[in-house]
């Protein structure tokens, strides 16, 4: 029998993982989570061929349930996310495409292709925002879906080493730092998966315990 307290999270970014990891216990700290991730369950890269956030979480949850349907995971419960940057001056790029926003995708020359875009630009016109979607499903289906986002400006220099992705450029307009400079749980109170998860709870709580 499938295991409600493990679960299956369709990602293969570790930072990802850690984040989700961390906001469950604090929500529900009665519950000894596991997550496992896509790379520990070894499923299939999943092509993102959605054109928003939620499209795309969905995507990564069916087709995670629908993956493991065949192994010994069969009924877990599949979290699909996506999330990525909007930058308003790029007229909400790179967005979906945030991961693989430059040639190589690496979180280093993502930040410095961002940097090179927004060259000259003044500190009130890099506003900018993260925004996650996730997605809960299982072999019946989608069980439950939200959204979240948190706001910042795109700051001119990368600051901290904290975090992911562009968390060295997103300067939280609500902590008055960079995500890169705030310590893990100062992100976690404010940021696009905290709010997107704190949405979710109630499904949750009905439907996991
Ligand atoms: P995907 O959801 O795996 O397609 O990737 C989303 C991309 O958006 C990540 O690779 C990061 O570059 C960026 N991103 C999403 N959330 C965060 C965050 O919390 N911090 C930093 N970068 C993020």
Not at 15 to 22: I, L, P, Q, T, Y
Not at 137 to 162: M, P, Q, Y
Request: with cysteine; hydrophobic share 35%.
């Amino acid at each position: 029998m499938a295991d409600k307290r493990t679960i299956v999270v369709v990602t293969r970014n570790r930072g990802k993982v850690r984040e989700f990891k961390r906001i469950f216990s604090e929500y529900v700290p009665e519950v000894q989570w596991r997550f496992l991730s896509a790379i520990d369950l070894e499923l299939p890269e999943i092509e993102e061929t959605g054109s928003t956030f939620a499209e795309n979480a969905r995507v990564k949850a069916l087709e995670g349930a629908k993956y493991l349907a065949g192994t010994e995971y069969s009924g877990y419960i599949c979290l699909g996310e996506d999330s990525g940057l909007e930058v308003d001056k790029l007229d909400g790029g790179p967005g979906v495409n945030s991961h693989r926003f430059s040639q190589s995708g690496t979180d280093e020359d993502n930040n410095k292709l961002l940097l090179e875009l927004l060259d000259g630009v003044p500190w009130d016109e890099r506003t900018c925002r993260y925004k996650c979607a996730i997605a809960l499903a299982d072999s019946s289906g989608v069980i439950a879906e939200s959204t979240g986002s948190v706001e910042g400006i795109v700051h001119t220099e990368l600051r901290g080493t904290n975090g992911f992705g562009y968390d060295p450029l997103f300067y939280a307009v609500e902590l008055g730092k960079t995500f890169g400079e705030a310590s893990d749980s100062e992100k976690d109170a404010i940021s696009h998966r905290r709010r997107a998860i704190q949405r979710l709870i109630p499904a949750i709580r009905c439907v996991l315990l």
